[in-house]
């Protein structure tokens, strides 16, 4: 069973930086875990958990990624295959960052692009994220 460990969120001021991390352990029972893209998403309180970032799979050369529009410039997102690790690297926070940041696999091997929720899993337990002076 594979299961995912986000960790690095905090309580920071406006302008500052945190990364977030992201351990996957255990194995899936199909395809390579590195054949999956993997993305990261929040959920700010009273809202709908929505897309923040994605990063392509091993199959794509090179590696893909895709933001938000309002973390473009903002956030890094990186990817270790050897060490089963996603990061979210995340400068110049604003108090609308405020939220609980999950993690998660594609549902499907070799695609990119999509960001629908519903189409991810399994998820992570979630990192909270605080904004504020």
């Known amino acids: 069973q594979v299961q995912l460990v986000e960790s690095g969120g905090g309580l920071v001021q406006p302008g500052d930086s945190l990364t977030l991390t992201c351990d996957v352990s255990g194995r899936s029972l199909g395809s390579d875990l590195s054949r999956y893209s993997m993305g990261w998403f929040r959920q700010a309180p009273g809202k709908e958990r929505e897309f923040v970032a994605l990063?392509?799979?091993?199959?794509?050369?090179?590696?893909?990624?895709q933001y938000r529009d309002s973390v473009k410039g903002r956030f890094v997102i990186s990817r270790d295959f050897t060490k089963k690790r996603i990061s979210l690297q995340m400068n110049s926070l604003k108090p609308e960052d405020t939220a609980v940041y999950y993690c998660?696999?594609?549902?499907?091997?070799?695609?990119?692009?999509?960001?629908?929720?519903?189409?991810?899993?399994?998820w992570g337990q979630g990192t909270q994220v605080s904004v504020s002076s």
């Open positions: 998660a696999f594609d549902r499907l091997t070799r695609r990119f692009g999509v960001t629908q929720v519903p189409e991810f899993s399994p």
């Open positions: 990063i392509s799979s091993i199959d794509w050369t090179p590696i893909k990624t």
